[in-house]
């Protein structure tokens, strides 16, 4: 049964930091890529970041360049999101999931979200 817990949001000022994590189990943790994703309330869902495990390629959304830090603990099957510099458009329900490939494409496994909170 494969699952993923994202645990870690809560409420920050603008210009804090926070650091997610994506508890996994039920799968090859190191043979699928993670994903973090975000939905703001009345918009869409966006791409956040992604590890890859095809090419150990590392993405991310240019919202997110240069301030946001994905990495994976393949001895604990969790993946981090490490947030710096935090900004109230930064706030949104955070999800990660897991690709059905080592890719960074369909993913098919997610977890239950985690709300960040950024106040200016």
């Known amino acids: 049964d494969v699952q993923l817990q994202a645990s870690g949001g809560g409420l920050v000022q603008a210009g804090g930091s926070l650091t997610l994590s994506c508890a996994t189990s039920?799968?090859?943790?190191?043979?699928?890529?993670i994903g973090w994703f975000r939905q703001a309330p009345g918009k869409e869902r966006e791409d956040v970041a992604c590890i890859s495990r095809g090419n150990n390629a590392i993405y991310y959304a240019d919202s997110a360049k240069g301030r946001f830090t994905i990495s994976s603990d393949n001895a604990k099957n969790t993946v981090y999101l490490r947030m710096n510099s935090l900004q109230s458009w930064d706030t949104a329900v955070y999800f990660c999931?897991?690709?059905?490939?080592?890719?960074?494409?369909?993913?098919?496994?997610w977890g239950q979200g985690t709300q960040v909170t950024v106040s200016s």
């Open positions: 039920g799968f090859t943790f190191d043979e699928h890529a």
């Open positions: 999931a897991a690709s059905g490939s080592r890719y960074c494409d369909s993913f098919e496994s």
